[in-house]
């Protein structure tokens, strides 16, 4: 194919240049073959290379590589990818906000939490669907120990709930793409059931802990380095785990037997301390606060919904600040 010239945009693109065909070269590169992107678009597998052949002639660039195991993009291609993936993530945010006019009370949010802060989000999610009750909320798990957030940049997330574990600072210029409100700074904590003989001791020192059944998260987490860390400076040995999770769900009911001690974020003991009858020990922990913040891609239009979605995690995680957080 001849090297590309100069691209007349009125003549050429404005009127040759069609969204099917971008959608199916688009899918044709998400699936990795012409045929597994014809069955998804419910298409013949000729239709999709049609499609793809019309795109490269309008760009008058080669836009795939075609390989027996599948197809690539070139590097016209990956330019493009990139682009598209804005230009139909924009489409389906434009149909969105034309829904929340029709009506202000249905539409979709999709929200990544990790697992240990998600135990915060119950209350906030039924104060939410009980003013929106058709707005249809989709939470999926997300690793936030850094500002990596792959499914947040390939716009699978609206925003990330964040708990920074291993990030003490969001405003180092690794997330440059990215809005990073915090909402306020968390902290470890050492919990107990009710009925643990630990639970009424006014002060415990962490060397008469080391030989109990700990629940911890695995060494490759903030929570158990904390821990681990927390241990060494006493010149102590590791204490002795029985179970290693990263499951609240699964912490809080191994907890009620009394026989076990956990860690959990602050937030997440403190809110639900009655309902599982957790007691936070009186266990000096190093001071490492870890920031729980809202992520958003800084060049993506948000809908109202989430908008407003936002705006009602501020208020619920308000008497959780100890001074006002900005954007960082």
């Known amino acids: 194919m001849p090297m590309p010239r100069k691209i007349d945009w009125e003549s050429q693109i404005g009127r ?7 959608h199916a070269f688009f899918t044709a590169v998400q699936r990795g073959s012409m045929s597994k992107a014809a069955q998804q678009l419910g298409v013949s597998q000729p239709a999709v290379s049609e499609a793809i052949a019309d795109l490269e002639h309008a760009l008058g660039v080669r836009l795939l590589d075609r390989r027996p195991q599948g197809v690539e993009p070139t590097m016209y291609g990956g330019a493009l990818l990139r682009r598209s993936a804005a230009v139909f993530d924009e489409l389906k ?19 990544g939490c990790p697992e240990a802060i998600a135990a915060i989000l119950p209350p906030i999610l039924e104060s939410f669907s009980r003013q929106y009750p058709r707005v249809v909320l989709h939470v999926d798990p997300v690793n936030t120990a850094t500002l990596e957030l792959p499914g947040l940049r390939e716009r699978k997330f609206d925003l990330v709930v964040a708990l920074l574990l291993l990030t003490p600072r969001v405003d180092d210029g690794l997330g440059d793409d990215l809005n990073v409100e915090v909402l306020f700074d ?7 059931g009710m009925r643990s003989r630990w639970a009424h001791r006014r002060k415990i020192d962490l060397a008469e802990l080391v030989n109990e059944p700990w629940i911890l998260a ?3 987490t903030g929570p158990y380095r904390i821990v681990s860390e927390a241990f060494r400076a006493r010149g102590l ?23 076990f001690i956990t860690t959990f974020p602050n937030s997440v003991a ?10 936070v020990l009186p266990v000096d922990l190093p001071a490492r606060p870890w920031p ?24 619920f995680t308000r008497p959780m600040r100890e001074r006002p ?4």
Do not use: C, W, Y
């Open 16 to 22: 040759r240049l069609k969204l099917r065909d971008l």
């Open 93 to 111: 945010q434009g149909i969105r906000d034309i829904e929340f006019l029709a009506d202000p009370t249905a539409g979709e949010l999709k929200i």
């Open 186 to 192: 968390d902290h470890l904590v050492v919990a107990a």
């Open 218 to 220: 695995t060494p490759d």
């Open 237 to 259: 040995g590791a204490p002795r785990i029985s179970l290693m999770t990263l499951s609240v769900h699964l912490r809080t009911n191994m907890l009620a037997s009394g026989h």
């Open 270 to 279: 403190r809110l639900h301390a009655d309902r599982f009858s957790l007691k």
């Open 292 to 315: 729980v913040a809202i992520v958003t891609l800084k060049n993506r239009t948000l809908s109202p919904g989430v908008e407003r979605f936002i705006a009602h995690v501020r208020d």
């Open 325 to 328: 957080r900005g954007q960082r």
